[in-house]
């Protein structure tokens, strides 16, 4: 392993950290975001204009540039509303030459696309001809592929201006 890089094991690190460069990214367009550290259910930054009048709620998930998915959760089906978004970070390991890439995802379009994607996956036969078991799993098809449904996030890619419009 490289000196100063995430172990592929080590989800927590790359997790926090996602969490921060998130928060940073906020922070350099203008806008106030505080990370919980866990202290908000569903919640990992609560961001809102510097007036403090407008609030967003954000659900921060990882994965290394590469990846085929973004493990997102059982959670992911419920809507949380017009105020809620997801990002799905994608934090480079220190000797990759990938750069780092967020999708922004209002909760409307996330939990109405894992909910259908999920329900086609359990109808759909596995490889073996045998039926798909229900779990708490979900994910999010990172582009160039696409979800169960067809859904393509690539439209989502850092469209930071989703919540800029939401603080105005």
Known sequence: MEK?????????????????????????????????????????????????????HIQVKTFRPGDKTCSVGRKAEKNYGANFFWILGGIPTMDSQKEFEHYIIPSTEMSKNIKEAHSKWLKEIGKKGQAHNDSSIRTAALPPRKGFNGWDISRYLDKWDLILEKLK
Do not use: W, Y
Not at 29 to 54: F, H, Q, Y
């Open 4 to 56: 100063n890089s995430f172990p592929k094991s080590d989800k927590t690190h790359r997790g926090n950290a996602s969490q921060f460069f998130v928060a940073g990214e906020l922070c350099r367009r203008g806008l106030v975001a505080v990370v919980t550290m866990g202290n908000c259910p569903n919640t990992d930054i609560l961001c809102s204009n510097k007036e403090g009048t407008k609030f967003v």
